[in-house]
């Protein structure tokens, strides 16, 4: 991890000094964690893809900016957030002035207790989605993305406590959720 590291602030000096090539592999290294965590949040592959190419456009654009190339990655993941956040509320505006009625997720599609590890993935992936967008931020930047407390309170913006309060409710919500029936008490 620490030669990763090293080797990533190579390559972001490079890439200030205009060396294509170099933004090139940076990207390479990050894609899949920035278009994973970007599908965490949004739950739609396309809308994931595009940001993702937004993301990492933005990024060249500012990578000058970037005052500690070894804090990339929290850079990284808030002009992801950012980015997310902003399509969020776009479609939101759109919904509005269109009357269309947002989705509701629909309560028994976890009914079942999952016998097989896709099926516990689609449960989990489900159980994410009906959380608030801030607590599946969470649960994404910490446990999917693994990030520390305190580059999650950057990518975020908030205190971190704030982070805290969020993952751990949303860790609370996703353990009733996911637990087998028979410990809910339903038969």
Known sequence: MILRAVEDTDLIRKARQGDVEAYNLLISRWEKRVYNYLLRITGDREEA???SQDVFLKAYQNIRKLDDPGRFAPWLFRIAHNEAFSAFRKRRADREASGTPEFTADDTSTARTPVFPIELS?????ALSKLPAEQREAVTLK???????????????????????????????????LAPLKSRGVT
Do not use: H, N, W
């Open 122 to 126: 689609i449960a989990v992936s489900t």
């Open 143 to 177: 446990i999917y993305q693994g990030f520390k407390f305190e580059e999650m309170a950057e990518i975020l913006s908030c205190p971190v406590s704030t982070v805290k309060s969020r993952l751990y409710a949303a860790l609370d919500v996703l353990k009733t959720q």
């Open 49 to 51: 893809l595009d940001l």
